[in-house]
């Protein structure tokens, strides 16, 4: 059964850093591509960054770009969010999922930016 345990969300400052983990079971990590989304209160969800497998190339949302950096750890069947200076907006659940979309998503992790 695929499953996805999101963890490393938190309240941090505007301009703040946070890094969040995603591990993932269930089926063969490294031979898929891993994304992550976020959904803020009332919008819909909204994908963020993606890391493919061969030479783990990485695609992001303009609205991260140059802030967000996306990585993977193959060994540990974990993916990783790096943010940096963090907005307001950046305020939502986190989510990884793979690629094609598992069905079942995980809890989330909760990010906060606020003073």
């Known amino acids: 059964q695929v499953q996805f345990v999101e963890s490393g969300g938190g309240l941090v400052q505007p301009g703040g850093s946070l890094r969040l983990s995603c591990s993932a079971s269930?089926?063969?990590?490294?031979?898929?591509?891993m994304s992550w989304y976020r959904q803020a209160p009332g919008k819909e969800r909204e994908w963020v960054a993606r890391?493919?497998?061969?030479?783990?190339?990485?695609t992001y949302v303009d609205s991260v770009k140059g802030r967000f950096t996306i990585s993977r750890d193959n060994d540990q069947n974990t993916v990783f969010l790096q943010m940096n200076s963090l907005k307001p907006e950046d305020t939502a659940v986190y989510y990884c999922?793979?690629?094609?979309?598992?069905?079942?998503w995980g809890q989330g992790t909760q990010v906060t930016v606020s003073s």
């Open positions: 890391i493919f497998t061969k030479n783990s190339r990485t």
């Open positions: 999922n793979k690629l094609p979309l598992a069905p079942k």
């Open positions: 269930g089926f063969t990590f490294s031979t898929y591509a």
